[in-house]
Nanobody, 127 residues
Framework: QVHLVESGGGSVQAGGSLRLSCLVS????????VGWYRQAAGKLREGVGY????????YVGDSVKGRFTVSQDNAKNTVYLQMSSLIPEDSATYYC????????????????????WGEGTLVTISS
């Protein structure tokens, strides 16, 4: 059974930073793509970024490029989402997921190629 557990959410002021962590329990899951998603109240879920742990290739979407980065610590079985220059529009529940990610950003952002999901961690940015 694969488990993904997010942590690190909280409330910060605009301009601040947070680092989210995703602990991935199963070796097989860690060999796939690990992605970050977010869903704000009343909005559709969107992809934020992903990493392929086997190659350390990481990518983030245009809406967060230059502010967010995805990284990993293999020794800790953990994938991180470092968020800086936060704005109120970044407020959402953030999820990590493991799977194939997909062949395009659109495919990844939809999330249908991901097999396992965490329960999410809430991020609130105040202005």
């Amino acid at each position: 059974q694969v488990h993904l557990v997010e942590s690190g959410g909280g409330s910060v002021q605009a301009g601040g930073s947070l680092r989210l962590s995703c602990l991935v329990s199963e070796y097989t899951a860690r060999q796939n793509c690990v992605g970050w998603y977010r869903q704000a109240a009343g909005k559709l879920r969107e992809g934020v970024g992903y990493i392929f742990p086997s190659s350390n290739y990481a990518y983030v979407g245009d809406s967060v490029k230059g502010r967010f980065t995805v990284s990993q610590d293999n020794a800790k079985n953990t994938v991180y989402l470092q968020m800086s220059s936060l704005i109120p529009e970044d407020s959402a529940t953030y999820y990590c997921a493991s799977g194939r990610c997909g062949s395009s950003w659109g495919a990844f952002s939809e999330g249908y190629n991901m097999d396992y999901w965490g329960e999410g961690t809430l991020v609130t940015i105040s202005s």
